[in-house]
């Protein structure tokens, strides 16, 4: 007879459907600069959105470490409490991890919903998961993440089962919870084994194709130009984290045909769990040939993006692989960048200078198109063109006659 019991059973599909309004708290220490946290806080601010909250304002407080009681010290704290009584804030968000402790000792003192960057990351994806595996996946995530919190948190939790059965001698009801949420853990990722397994057999069904990877920082454009290499429809909308899924589309270029996937994009500070729990949908990267790294352009700290997405590459052991840097959005580029009275010769200069120096930095060639715009697909669909065919001589070569 399986557990009928459920933690969470009542849990919420992200954020409510009324546009929440929102504070962001951020802090300056040894560790992140006053430049770094305002970066971090605009990239909550459009998790926040995207979640479907709207920042009313910010606050940030200098400090050695974070308070291991309230995360900030106590007179930040009173001047949040104000905030929030005078313009009727719905919820605070931290732009860093909270325990279960600081979680309830900061509802306590504000009486609001707290929500720290992780949960808030876990929430827009509770949201977006679609499929069997990316629910799966997510509900793993967010196991892994209430299990070091259920001290501070236990008492939300909810059971539909207790008593008889369900407690060991002498147990107190936190190790009941840890037991619950232990059990639960090993389901999912009993679960999650189940369909890896399936997967394999999808790749192995796939025959002895070339595979193309779309790898990128969240909303960077991969499912635009997915769209475009593949002519097929797949969601995309200017929103971080619109795919979860990973999709595989096979695409044929003249008589050459390969497999193109786009993937979960990436994110700075992103949960270490999740991470984890997204590596079996991640597979579609490390049993790639070619890595197109996709970026934008024109996001003022694209660079930075690039190396968040290079160190998860390394993480999931395929920085080695052939790799082509796409900087895309560079209509938006010119746009934000470029003096309307700029000549033609010297644009050009300018952008043959950028790409010079990313592939320099980075080691690897590189290409500046615009999928929304379409413009450089053709010259982005030769460079790939001849990099597939080169990989085909290498891998397969008795299948290139076949052509």
């Known amino acids: ?22 504070v962001l708290v951020g802090l300056v220490t040894q560790l992140q600069t006053s430049e770094q946290v305002q970066e971090y806080l605009d990239e909550l601010e459009f998790l926040a959105e995207t979640a479907g909250a709207k920042t009313i304002t910010r606050v940030v407080q200098k400090l050695t470490h974070p308070d291991k009681r309230t995360f900030v010290g106590k007179g930040k704290l009173e001047e949040i409490k104000a905030i929030v009584e005078s313009r009727e804030i719905d919820l605070v968000i931290f732009d860093d991890d909270l325990t279960g402790k ?17 949960s808030l990351i876990l929430d827009i994806f509770a949201a977006r ?3 069997a595996q990316a629910k799966t996946q997510v509900e793993l995530a967010q196991m892994q993440y209430l299990l ?48 890896d397994l399936q997967n394999v057999t999808q790749r192995k069904n796939r025959g002895q194709m ?29 929103k971080l984290f619109a795919t979860l899924d990973t999709t595989v589309r096979k695409v044929v270029f003249g008589a050459m045909p390969f497999l193109l996937s786009d993937t979960v994009g990436f994110i700075r500070k992103l949960p270490h769990h999740l991470v984890e729990s ?41 920085s080695d692989k052939l790799t082509l840097i796409v900087l895309n959005k560079v209509d938006q580029y010119r ?22 120096r990313i592939q320099e930095e980075f080691q690897h060639p590189a290409i500046l198109i615009s999928a929304k715009e379409k413009e450089n697909i053709n010259g982005l669909r030769e460079t790939m063109r001849l990099m597939i065919e080169d990989q085909y001589n290498v891998r397969y070569p008795y299948q290139t006659k076949y052509w």
């Open 1 to 22: 007879m399986g557990n009928d019991w459920n933690l969470g059973k009542k849990k919420k599909q992200g954020l409510k459907k009324e546009v929440e309004k929102a």
């Open 102 to 118: 600081q979680t309830n000792i900061l509802e306590e003192e504000l009486k609001v919903k707290i929500v720290d960057r992780s």
């Open 129 to 131: 998961a679609q499929t």
């Open 148 to 195: 070091p919190r259920l001290r501070g948190l236990w008492t939300h939790l909810e059971r539909q089962r207790g008593g008889i059965g369900m407690r060991g001698p002498g147990e107190q009801e936190i190790e009941t919870d840890r037991r619950i949420v232990r059990d639960k853990i090993s389901l999912l990722k009993k679960k999650l084994e189940k369909i």
């Open 210 to 238: 070339i595979r193309v990877a779309l790898v990128g920082y969240t909303n960077v454009g991969k499912s635009t130009l997915m769209n475009v290499l593949s002519k097929s429809a797949v969601f995309a909308e200017n």
């Open 278 to 318: 997204f590596k079996s949908t991640l597979d579609e990267v490390r049993e790639s040939d070619i890595i197109l790294h996709v970026v934008d352009a024109s996001h003022p700290q694209f660079e930075d993006q690039m190396k968040t997405v290079t160190k998860t590459m390394l993480d999931l052991q395929s």
């Open 335 to 356: 746009d934000r960048y470029f003096d309307k009275l700029l000549d033609e010769a010297t644009k050009k200069q300018l952008l043959d200078g950028l790409l010079a």
